[in-house]
């Protein structure tokens, strides 16, 4: 499912997916800011800091995701301990603790907090000549399954 860059519309879709679908994880993947051939495992998402103007041009009330909620939320998912047990050939994975603080970060803070730390945040690169969409797709997989081996739903 595709997601605007639109902080309220957003917020809307991930307590959708939470409230409708509930998935035993939700995996979102944003462009990462960088132009490096790199994908970016990110641990957790923040709630406050949100002063970038969405495409709508406004930003989120109190320039947080919600306005009781923690300061940080850790996912569930030890990003850590996947990238330190994963690797893509021919591109160069890193570990993050933060996403950013636009819809990115936003979004995830969004589904870690209706999701109780069920979700994970991927920045992948730009589509190039070198990172193309079925070499990038062949290396999400490859996360999204260690992923689910490390929440034990290998078997799904």
Same mark, same amino acid.
């Given at each position: 499912?595709? *997601?605007?860059?639109? =902080?309220?519309?957003?917020?809307?879709?991930? !307590?959708?997916?939470?409230?409708? $679908?509930?998935?035993?994880?939700?995996?979102?993947?944003?462009? &990462?800011?960088?132009? #490096?051939?790199? /994908?970016?495992?990110?641990?957790? @998402?923040?709630?406050k800091g =949100?002063?970038? +103007?969405?495409?709508?041009?406004?930003?989120?009330?109190?320039?947080?995701?919600?306005?009781?909620?923690?300061?940080? !939320?850790?996912?569930?998912?030890?990003?850590?301990? *996947?990238? +330190?047990n994963i690797?893509?050939?021919? !591109?160069?994975? !890193?570990?993050?603790?933060?996403? @950013? #603080?636009? $819809?990115?970060?936003?979004? =995830?803070?969004?589904? $870690?907090? =209706? @999701?109780?730390? #069920?979700?994970?945040?991927?920045?992948?690169?730009?589509?190039?000549?070198?990172?193309?969409?079925?070499?990038?797709? +062949?290396? *999400?997989?490859?996360? /999204?399954? &260690?992923? *689910?081996?490390?929440? @034990?739903?290998?078997?799904?």
């Amino acid at each position: 499912m595709q *997601l605007p860059v639109v =902080y309220q519309k957003a917020k809307e879709q991930v !307590i959708k997916i939470w409230t409708t $679908l509930q998935p035993l994880l939700a995996v979102h993947v944003g462009l &990462a800011p960088s132009t #490096r051939a790199l /994908i970016i495992l990110e641990q957790c @998402g923040k709630n406050k800091g =949100y002063h970038e +103007k969405d495409a709508c041009g406004l930003h989120p009330e109190g320039a947080c995701c919600l306005l009781d909620g923690p300061g940080k !939320i850790e996912s569930a998912i030890n990003m850590k301990t *996947l990238w +330190k047990n994963i690797s893509v050939e021919g !591109i160069e994975i !890193i570990f993050s603790r933060d996403a @950013g #603080r636009y $819809l990115c970060d936003y979004t =995830y803070y969004t589904s $870690l907090y =209706y @999701g109780n730390g #069920r979700a994970a945040f991927i920045h992948v690169p730009p589509l190039s000549e070198s990172v193309t969409s079925d070499f990038l797709g +062949k290396a *999400l997989q490859t996360i /999204i399954l &260690a992923m *689910l081996e490390q929440c @034990g739903m290998d078997h799904v």
